[in-house]
T-cell receptor, first 114, second 111 residues
Framework: DAGVIQSPRHEVTEMGQEVTLRCKPI?????LFWYRQTMMRGLELLIY????????DSGMPEDRFSAKMPNASFSTLKIQPSEPRDSAVYFC????????????FGQGTRLTVV | GNSVTQMEGPVTLSEEAFLTINCTYT??????LFWYVQYPGEGLQLLLK?????DKGSNKGFEATYRKETTSFHLEKGSVQVSDSAVYFC??????????FGSGTKLNVKP
């Protein structure tokens, strides 16, 4: 398996623009997580899905952030409008519900809002 | 609530030195415990895990023992290498779905 695939790897955008981050989880995994990593706040869980349904979005910072999972093989995290303080590395991770195994992480998207 | 506390870094060691990174947790039940490692520019990778009290996880010379009585899961390695330089995250999870991560500890190993 290719692992969790995120795109783009790097994104530079101007303040006020819409940004969409994409994630393809590992096939067969029914949990999907979105994390944000910054120097100041470390690794924060933004939202997670089970079987394409959002289970806990309490970590989403504000209404500018939204996440969707239209099917088992694709998820998006959208920021609209973007602000400089949204600059961070955003990770997607997936895990199966069976087998007592861990979360597998993608390589992340480094977002810079100028 | 559930939380993980790690020692602050950075930790700087010479090659072949002994490593300990402390991790303690707060949990309402009986979670599984994990150590993840993040190399520069990459995502987190599982290093080792333990699913119940007194279990010892081990991988690549690293070890950690699930201590329920002290709510700890300290990471150890007998002899570190330059290639071990990375950020290490302690984490807990119930039923392997929602994961709670510590703040991470950066390890620098000098030749």
């Amino acid at each position: 398996d290719a692992g969790v695939i995120q795109s783009p790897r790097h994104e530079v955008t101007e303040m006020g623009q819409e940004v969409t981050l994409r994630c393809k989880p590992i096939s067969g995994h029914d949990y999907l997580f979105w994390y944000r990593q910054t120097m100041m706040r470390g690794l924060e869980l933004l939202i997670y899905f089970n079987n394409n349904v959002p289970i806990d979005d309490s970590g989403m910072p504000e209404d500018r952030f939204s996440a969707k999972m239209p099917n088992a093989s694709f998820s998006t995290l959208k920021i609209q409008p973007s602000e400089p303080r949204d600059s961070a590395v955003y990770f997607c991770a997936s895990s199966p519900s069976r087998g007592n195994t861990e979360a597998f992480f993608g390589q992340g998207t480094r977002l810079t809002v100028v | 609530g559930n939380s993980v506390t790690q020692m602050e870094g950075p930790v700087t060691l010479s090659e072949e030195a002994f490593l300990t990174i402390n991790c303690t947790y707060t949990a309402t039940g009986y979670p599984s415990l994990f150590w993840y490692v993040q190399y520069p520019g990459e995502g987190l990778q599982l290093l080792l895990k333990a699913t119940k009290a007194d279990d010892k996880g081990s991988n690549k010379g690293f070890e950690a023992t699930y201590r329920k009585e002290t709510t700890s899961f300290h990471l150890e390695k007998g002899s570190v290498q330059v290639s071990d330089s990375a950020v290490y995250f302690c984490a807990l999870s119930y039923n392997f779905n929602k994961f709670y991560f510590g703040s991470g500890t950066k390890l620098n190993v000098k030749p």
